[in-house]
T-cell receptor, first 114, second 111 residues
Framework: ETGVTQSPTHLIKTRGQQVTLRCSSQ?????VSWYQQALGQGPQFIFQ???????GRGNFPPRFSGLQFPNYSSELNVNALELDDSALYLC?????????????FGPGTRLTVT | DQQVKQNSPSLSVQEGRISILNCDYT??????FLWYKKYPAEGPTFLIS?????DKNEDGRFTVFLNKSAKHLSLHIVPSQPGDSAVYFC??????????FGQGTELSVKP
């Protein structure tokens, strides 16, 4: 069983640029959620994708967008980067519809905006 | 509006003793609670969970207690081991699969 993988591991971008982060879900999982974790805080929910459709969104502006592909992998796109976007971005996969609420996280992508 | 709170940023415990990590929540509609452990440079690892219809769930050295009337849950680790040293996050599931996390408690288990 393959776990959740994310790429890249680290990324440095300049304010105003755009970034794409990638996630491969655990095999057998059909749902992907994205979280932002700022230093010293718990992860904050960005949005969730189920069967290629957005299925819930947290308090993040529209410049945060995402995609889920038929193989259940996912992308997080952030436009017009701001300094406050510097954080660890976590992807989590789960199997929706089986009465299980556990989400399994990847190692994260550390984004630094300068 | 912090719906899930972990009021202790850190906890230090002697090896072999019990570690008790606490978590409070405000939304009575939460129906599932989870604990995650996080090491530096890794993603959170699922540890144990509890449904709101239960008051206790046990898995080896880990036990989670839920007090719905007080809107409080706790994670007990016994006996504590140095390898348990990590940041522990409490999370609540908000119908629809959104996890709401607390700020985390850093546990240090000293040999």
């Amino acid at each position: 069983e393959t776990g959740v993988t994310q790429s890249p591991t680290h990324l440095i971008k300049t304010r105003g640029q755009q970034v794409t982060l990638r996630c491969s879900s655990q095999s057998g999982h059909n749902t992907v959620s994205w979280y932002q974790q700022a230093l010293g805080q718990g992860p904050q929910f960005i949005f969730q994708y189920y069967r290629e459709e957005e299925n819930g969104r947290g308090n993040f502006p529209p410049r945060f967008s995402g995609l889920q592909f038929p193989n259940y992998s996912s992308e997080l796109n952030v436009n017009a980067l701001e300094l406050d976007d510097s954080a660890l971005y976590l992807c989590a996969s789960s199997m929706r519809g089986e009465g299980s609420y556990e989400q399994y996280f990847g190692p994260g992508t550390r984004l630094t905006v300068t | 509006d912090q719906q899930v709170k972990q009021n202790s940023p850190s906890l230090s415990v002697q090896e072999g003793r019990i570690s008790i990590l606490n978590c409070d929540y405000t939304n009575s509609m939460f129906d599932y609670f989870l604990w995650y452990k996080k090491y530096p440079a890794e993603g959170p690892t699922f540890l144990i969970s509890i449904s709101s219809i239960k008051d206790k769930n046990e898995d080896g050295r880990f036990t989670v207690f839920l007090n719905k009337s007080a809107k409080h849950l706790s994670l007990h680790i016994v006996p504590s081991q140095p390898g348990d040293s990590a940041v522990y996050f409490c999370a609540a599931e908000n119908q629809g699969g959104k996890l709401i996390f607390g700020q985390g408690t850093e546990l240090s288990v000293k040999p």
